[in-house]
Each structure stands twice: as structure tokens, then as C-alpha cells.
């Protein structure tokens, strides 16, 4: 049998000291209307089924303000992702607060912060004839901490007449549109080479504006006001994420626009007022070239040969073409949005004129890349990296025979969010055959993942009927037992032959199937900001005495990571 040792971490610890406490609970019909709402608590996950045309009533108190999310998920049937609404209403039924129809692909996520008192909640299918089953989550976070609230109307364009409120990036900010017409403008200085990063985010109040735009604006002369980037405007919910400039921003005055989104008006109860309350978030990340460094010695493309440098400095370097590449280690000691951005090396009469950059892990695997295009011949990185580590940043030439001499700017910030994910091998390639010639298989249904203040649930199945399961959780799947053995591990001389297992066993659980060889394990993940991205790596043992003479057989692993937001 595998046994475990004690090297168990206090984050760890918190995580999974509470599978207990989970709280998933099936639907209580009937709940057709308000006065038949099931109660709902802070981490309940609530496994349910929409009939066609049905309406599925819930309701919840809050004796704090708090942040609140109202998220769905799919299930495991043949269709595992139904196409659900949810509402949010006062206590009465009759005022609408907020709603979401996609926030999560067919899934929906209602997200604002509540004052305390009694609300109900509404989930119907996004069309009358969408039936079958899904999870409806409860998450309760503190209440959002907000630095500025927009200034006295008017305070749109200067140019017409607005006197627009200042803000400092980094600052969380609400406002309120009071009419489909009405534009927020909030202004903002910056003193050197940046990128900036604006969201329309759950940190509002209610009733929500359901449908946003964000833009960009510069003073390009005193007074005059150009628009530049791209608007950021999501046509199946009240937020906004893809905020952007094509090129750094240099010392000057900008602003940040907020208006009404252009969704189409829709039907009730899932019809767009394009008024109410919204929350931003907003970044700096500085270029600052604190220090300058040079690339290492060619060949300089590996963990063992590259050059390193503190996130915030600049790297000088040279493409000699044919896709050579220039390498650079970091650290970071959390989770990180990074940005890393090339261009002309200053004074060089040779300058690339194209480069794609890469990030990499410890061991040189890919994660992502930006290549050159838009209005810069150079890429242009931003990326969020959940976890802390040492990482790698490659910058080569864009096209094959591209060359010259380049300059590597980076920042950093922390990050606004950080998204939950779960990603599990596939059976077919990654887990040993039971006795019933089936490969145990762990799954999540759609949209699951775990992300704090959630009840997290994960599915064994194609195992024995009323098996004894053993899921066992680590924080590696690179090597086991203390850093002393490599994995995968093969189990051929443990009598399991065929059976690897893959991930470090620092602690498991006990489960039994039902008879038809299903089970689940969940937990109530902690309201913890510390476990932002905290990775954990799981595989399932399954007692299995007809097959081996070890009497086991082993499921396919999976990564999960935890977050603070779950799409």
C-alpha cells in the first residue's frame, strides 16, 4: 500500500480540513415561487433540475454587507451544460437587483455587493424549452473596499462640459449610470512608461448596471481629448475584461470612460435597463528599467544557460534568426499579472523588426506567448501567473529569418484576480483498467472548479459497485516521498502492473461507491486570500481484489488551482 508522510503544509491544511463541512444539498421542490424559496447558506451548493418553463426559487440573509455570487454549473448527463438565467431579487420577489444569462458560457454568475437583510434568488432557463440538471453555488466574501465613488454629476467629457473624477490607478471605484445615456469619465496622470488595466468587476451595489462599456482616453493637448485602444463591452453580462492600449502609455494625463454596453434590449425578466450601480478595478503596472541587463552567452535557450534578472529591469539582446532564442529567469513569490514588452534597442542601427516572447515554467514548458501585430512590430505579453515560482521569458524573432537588436521591458502588479481551474488527464491514456475492464475516471461537472468560498465536488466514476475509493491529495506530481522519488511511478513491481501513480500523497480520504461504481468527494474551499492560486494535484487508489495481487487498481490525476474568480 502507499503510505504517506507529514511534510503537510498550513495553507494545505486549511483546504482540506474541511470536507465535513461541504455543504451540498439537493433542491427541496416545490420551489416554483417566493413563498416557497428554499433557504439557501453561505457555501451551499445546491444540486437541482429546471423543468421546461420552470422557475426554481431560493433565498439567503446576510447580517453583514458582503460580496455575494450566485454562480451555476453543469451536471453528467448526456447534455452537461444547461443553458441557465439567474435573478436576483429583494426579499419581496418583486424588485430586481441584478441578473446574468452567460457570464459562464451557458452557465450564469450573479455578482454584487448586498447590505444585510433577506433577498431571493430566481434560475430559469435562458429559453422556455431548456430542462435538465444543474449546481447553483452560494458565495459570500467580504464586502468590496472601495477608495473612490464617483464625483457630483455632470462629470463626463471635459469637452462638453463634465468635470471628471480623479482617481488613483490601483483604486476600486463604483458609480452609477442613471440613464441609458449617462457617461462617467475618471481621470487619471501617469509619470512613465506603463500599461494600464481597467475591469468592470462585481465590486458594485445594486440595483446593477447590466450591461457596460469601458474607453480609453488621452489628452493629446490641453483641453482636447482623442479616444485610443479598444472598448471593452460583454454582450451577456454586466462586466467588462478586455480594456486595452496597443502600445505602452507614456507621461500624461488619460481617463477611463464608463457608458451603458450595446446588448440588445432582450425580454423580461432578462431585458437590459443598462442603468444602475457598477464597481471597477484598475492597475498600474510600471516599465520602470529599474537595472539593465544583457543576455547570457549564446547558446543562451535553457533553464541552465539563461540570464537572469529582477522583474522590473530591462534586457538587452540580439535575434540572430533562424527562431533563436533569448532566454531570462524570474521569480515570483505569488500570484502575478506580468507584463513583458520588447522593443528597439535604444541607439541600435540594427533593430528587429518583429519578436514573439514566451513564458515558461521551472522546467522550460510552455504556458503562453504574444506574438508581434496591432500598431507595434514587437510583442506585447500580459499575463496572469497564479503561482509562485521561478518562470522563464523567451524572446526570438517573430519569423524565422528575423534579426536584430531588441529591448525587454517587464512589470508587474498584483493581480485583480486570479481564475480557479481544474484539468484532469484522460482516463483513456493516464489510468489503469479495473476488473470491469473500465479506467477509473475523476471529472468535475461543467464550470466547476474551486474557487474560495465554494463547495467544491469532484466524481469518481467507472469503478466497482460499492468499492472502498482512497483519494489522495499533494502539492506535486514531479516527485514524491520528500523530493526522493521521480513520478509517474510505476507500480509493476507493487503488483500493480500498468498502475502509475502520479501525484505526491501527502494525505487522502476515504469514499465508497454506490452501486453503480460512483462516487464524490467535495469540500467547502476557505474564504482565504492566501490560497489564491494555491496548485493541488489528486488521483483516486480503488480497491480492486480480482485484479492484481496488489489488490488495486489507480484513476487518472488531475491539477487544480485555486482561485478567486471561477471563469
Given at each position: 500500500?502507499?503510505?504517506?508522510?507529514?511534510?503537510?503544509?498550513?495553507?494545505?491544511?486549511?483546504?482540506?480540513a474541511?470536507?465535513?463541512?461541504?455543504?451540498?444539498v439537493?433542491?427541496?421542490?416545490?420551489?416554483?415561487?417566493?413563498?416557497?424559496?428554499?433557504?439557501?447558506?453561505?457555501?451551499?451548493q445546491?444540486?437541482?433540475n429546471?423543468?421546461?418553463?420552470?422557475?426554481d426559487?431560493?433565498?439567503?440573509?446576510l447580517?453583514?454587507?458582503?460580496?455575494?455570487?450566485?454562480?451555476?454549473?453543469?451536471?453528467?448527463?448526456?447534455?452537461?451544460?444547461?443553458?441557465?438565467?439567474?435573478?436576483?431579487?429583494?426579499?419581496?420577489?418583486?424588485?430586481r437587483?441584478?441578473w446574468?444569462?452567460?457570464a459562464?458560457?451557458?452557465?450564469?454568475?450573479?455578482?454584487?455587493?448586498?447590505?444585510?437583510?433577506?433577498?431571493?434568488?430566481?434560475?430559469?432557463?435562458a429559453?422556455?424549452?431548456?430542462?435538465?440538471?444543474?449546481?447553483?453555488?452560494?458565495?459570500?466574501?467580504?464586502?468590496?473596499?472601495?477608495?473612490?465613488?464617483?464625483?457630483?454629476?455632470p462629470?463626463?467629457?471635459?469637452?462638453?462640459?463634465?468635470?471628471?473624477?480623479?482617481?488613483?490607478?490601483?483604486?476600486?471605484?463604483?458609480?452609477?449610470?442613471?440613464?441609458?445615456?449617462?457617461?462617467?469619465?475618471?481621470?487619471?496622470?501617469?509619470?512613465?512608461?506603463?500599461?494600464?488595466?481597467?475591469?468592470c468587476?462585481?465590486?458594485?451595489?445594486?440595483p446593477?448596471?447590466d450591461?457596460?462599456?469601458?474607453?480609453?482616453?488621452?489628452e493629446?493637448?490641453?483641453?482636447?481629448?482623442a479616444?485610443?485602444?479598444?472598448?471593452?463591452t460583454?454582450?451577456?453580462?454586466?462586466?467588462?475584461?478586455?480594456?486595452?492600449?496597443?502600445?505602452?502609455?507614456?507621461?500624461?494625463?488619460?481617463?477611463?470612460?464608463?457608458?451603458?454596453?450595446?446588448?440588445?434590449?432582450?425580454?423580461?425578466?432578462?431585458?437590459?435597463t443598462?442603468?444602475?450601480?457598477?464597481?471597477?478595478?484598475?492597475?498600474?503596472?510600471?516599465?520602470?528599467a529599474?537595472?539593465?541587463?544583457?543576455e547570457?552567452?549564446?547558446?543562451?535557450?535553457?533553464?541552465t544557460t539563461?540570464?537572469f534578472?529582477?522583474v522590473?529591469?530591462?534586457?538587452?539582446?540580439?535575434?540572430?534568426?533562424?527562431?533563436?532564442?533569448?532566454?531570462?529567469?524570474?521569480?515570483?513569490?505569488g500570484?502575478?499579472?506580468?507584463?513583458?514588452?520588447?522593443?528597439d534597442?535604444?541607439?541600435?542601427?540594427?533593430?528587429?523588426t518583429?519578436?514573439?516572447?514566451?513564458?515558461l515554467d521551472?522546467?522550460?514548458?510552455?504556458?503562453t506567448?504574444?506574438?508581434s501585430?496591432g500598431?507595434?512590430?514587437?510583442?506585447?505579453?500580459?499575463?496572469?501567473?497564479?503561482?509562485?515560482?521561478?518562470?522563464f521569458?523567451?524572446?526570438?524573432?517573430?519569423?524565422?529569418a528575423?534579426?536584430?537588436?531588441?529591448?525587454?521591458?517587464?512589470g508587474?502588479?498584483?493581480p485583480?484576480?486570479?481564475?480557479?481551474?481544474?484539468?484532469?488527464?484522460?482516463?483513456?491514456?493516464?489510468?489503469?483498467?479495473?476488473?470491469?475492464?473500465?479506467?477509473?475516471?475523476?471529472?468535475?461537472?461543467?464550470?466547476?472548479?474551486?474557487q474560495?468560498g465554494?463547495?467544491?465536488?469532484?466524481?469518481?466514476?467507472?469503478?466497482?459497485?460499492?468499492?472502498?475509493?482512497?483519494?489522495?491529495?499533494?502539492?506535486?506530481?514531479?516527485?514524491?516521498?520528500?523530493?526522493?522519488?521521480?513520478l509517474?511511478?510505476?507500480?509493476?513491481?507493487?503488483?500493480?502492473?500498468?498502475?502509475f501513480?502520479?501525484?505526491?500523497?501527502l494525505?487522502?480520504?476515504?469514499?465508497?461507491?454506490?452501486?453503480a461504481?460512483?462516487?464524490?468527494?467535495e469540500?467547502?474551499?476557505?474564504?482565504f486570500?492566501?490560497l489564491?492560486?494555491?496548485?493541488?494535484?489528486?488521483?483516486?487508489?480503488?480497491?480492486d481484489?480480482?485484479?492484481?495481487?496488489?489488490?488495486?487498481?489507480?484513476s487518472?490525476?488531475?491539477?487544480?488551482?485555486?482561485?478567486d474568480?471561477?471563469?
Open positions: 500500500m502507499i503510505t504517506t508522510h507529514h511534510r503537510i503544509h498550513l495553507p494545505f491544511l486549511l483546504a482540506l474541511t470536507p465535513l463541512l461541504a455543504q451540498r439537493a433542491e427541496v421542490e416545490p420551489n416554483n415561487t417566493v413563498a416557497q424559496a428554499q433557504i439557501i447558506t453561505a457555501g451551499t445546491i444540486t437541482a429546471l423543468q421546461a418553463g420552470e422557475q426559487w431560493f433565498t439567503f440573509t447580517a453583514a454587507a458582503a460580496e455575494i455570487h450566485l454562480q451555476t454549473s453543469g451536471n453528467f448527463a448526456v447534455n452537461p451544460s444547461v443553458n441557465t438565467a439567474v435573478l436576483l431579487y429583494d426579499a419581496t420577489g418583486a424588485t437587483l441584478a446574468d444569462d452567460g459562464r458560457s451557458s452557465h450564469s454568475d450573479v455578482g454584487c455587493n448586498l447590505q444585510p437583510g433577506t433577498y431571493t434568488c430566481l434560475v430559469v432557463g429559453t422556455g424549452t431548456i430542462a435538465g440538471d444543474y449546481g447553483l453555488d452560494f458565495l459570500v466574501y467580504p464586502a468590496a473596499t472601495i477608495q473612490t465613488v464617483e464625483s457630483a454629476e462629470n463626463h467629457s471635459p469637452m462638453t462640459g463634465g468635470t471628471p473624477t480623479p482617481i488613483t490607478l490601483g483604486d476600486a471605484i463604483t458609480g452609477d449610470l442613471s440613464s441609458p445615456t449617462d457617461v462617467d469619465w475618471f481621470t487619471f496622470a501617469i509619470t512613465g512608461q506603463s500599461v494600464v488595466q481597467a475591469i468587476y462585481d465590486d458594485g451595489g445594486v446593477q448596471l450591461n457596460t462599456r469601458l474607453s480609453f482616453y488621452q493629446t493637448s490641453p483641453g482636447v481629448w479616444a485610443f485602444g479598444t472598448s471593452s460583454l454582450a451577456t453580462s454586466h462586466r467588462s475584461f478586455l480594456l486595452a492600449h496597443p502600445t505602452t502609455l507614456a507621461a500624461g494625463n488619460y481617463a477611463i470612460e464608463v457608458s451603458a454596453g450595446a446588448a440588445a434590449a432582450g425580454t423580461a425578466p432578462l431585458n437590459y443598462k442603468t444602475g450601480a457598477y464597481g471597477l478595478r484598475t492597475r498600474l503596472i510600471a516599465l520602470p529599474t537595472n539593465t541587463v544583457g547570457a552567452p549564446e547558446p543562451n535557450n535553457s533553464t539563461a540570464a534578472f529582477n522590473g529591469d530591462a534586457a538587452l539582446g540580439n535575434c540572430s534568426g533562424q527562431n533563436e532564442g533569448d532566454w531570462y529567469g524570474f521569480a515570483v513569490n500570484p502575478t499579472t506580468l507584463v513583458a514588452i520588447t522593443a534597442a535604444p541607439g541600435s542601427p540594427t533593430p528587429i518583429d519578436t514573439t516572447i514566451r513564458l521551472v522546467f522550460g514548458n510552455f504556458i506567448s504574444a506574438s501585430g500598431a507595434s512590430s514587437h510583442a506585447r505579453l500580459i499575463t496572469t501567473i497564479p503561482q509562485a515560482g521561478l518562470y521569458l523567451e524572446v526570438q524573432g517573430g519569423l524565422f528575423a534579426t536584430g537588436d531588441y529591448i525587454l521591458y517587464t508587474s502588479v498584483d485583480m484576480f486570479v481564475p480557479a481551474s481544474f484539468r484532469a488527464e484522460p482516463p483513456s491514456t493516464n489510468a489503469c483498467p479495473g476488473s470491469n475492464a473500465l479506467r477509473p475516471a475523476l471529472v468535475v461537472a461543467s464550470g466547476e472548479v474551486p474560495l465554494s463547495t467544491f465536488v469532484v466524481r469518481l466514476h467507472n469503478t466497482l459497485p460499492n468499492a472502498v475509493a482512497i483519494p489522495f491529495f499533494g502539492f506535486s506530481r514531479d516527485f514524491a516521498n520528500g523530493g526522493l522519488l521521480p509517474p511511478y510505476d507500480m509493476t513491481q507493487n503488483g500493480a502492473p500498468g498502475c501513480l502520479r501525484v505526491d500523497p494525505t487522502s480520504i476515504l469514499l465508497v461507491t454506490d452501486g461504481g460512483i462516487g464524490y468527494f469540500a467547502l474551499v476557505p474564504t486570500l492566501g489564491r492560486g494555491l496548485p493541488l494535484f489528486t488521483q483516486s487508489l480503488q480497491l481484489m480480482p485484479l492484481n495481487t496488489a489488490g488495486f487498481s489507480m487518472n490525476d488531475a491539477r487544480m488551482l485555486v482561485g474568480r471561477g471563469y
